[in-house]
Nanobody
Framework: QEHLVESGGGTVQAGGSLRLSCVYS????????MGWFRQVSGKEHEGVAA????????GYADSVRGRFTISQDNATNTLYLQMNSLKPEDTAMYYC?????????????????????????WGQGTQVTVSS
């Protein structure tokens, strides 16, 4: 079972940047999904950015494409989310998540991994607030 801990959230003005980090342990050596999700109170988790480790295929939500970048450092077991040009509508609790081993066709993992159902393990979340 994986354990994930997020950090890096905070309050920033619109147009600013934040970088979220997620350190994971007990990690999965197999091909699996890792991703960042966000949730606003009363709504479902929204897939923001995700990566399939089988071929490093990446997927982004349309609302963040071109502004957010997901990356992974296998040497330190850390998943990152660089968030630039932040908008007030990006305000949410952000979660890091990881899935179990899954075999996918090439180039489809990024899209598949944006679904919360592709993930079994979740961090506790870090709050991001963007003021106008």
């Amino acid at each position: 079972q994986e354990h994930l801990v997020e950090s890096g959230g905070g309050t920033v003005q619109a147009g600013g940047s934040l970088r979220l980090s997620c350190v994971y342990s007990g990690y999965n050596y197999g091909r699996h999904c890792m991703g960042w999700f966000r949730q606003v109170s009363g709504k479902e988790h929204e897939g923001v950015a995700a990566i399939y480790t089988g071929d490093d295929n990446i997927g982004y939500a349309d609302s963040v494409r071109g502004r957010f970048t997901i990356s992974q450092d296998n040497a330190t077991n850390t998943l990152y989310l660089q968030m630039n040009s932040l908008k007030p509508e990006d305000t949410a609790m952000y979660y890091c998540a990881s899935g179990k081993t899954v075999g996918l066709e090439p180039s489809v993992g990024g899209g598949y991994c944006k679904s919360p159902r592709a993930h079994a393990y979740w961090g506790q979340g870090t709050q991001v607030t963007v003021s106008s």
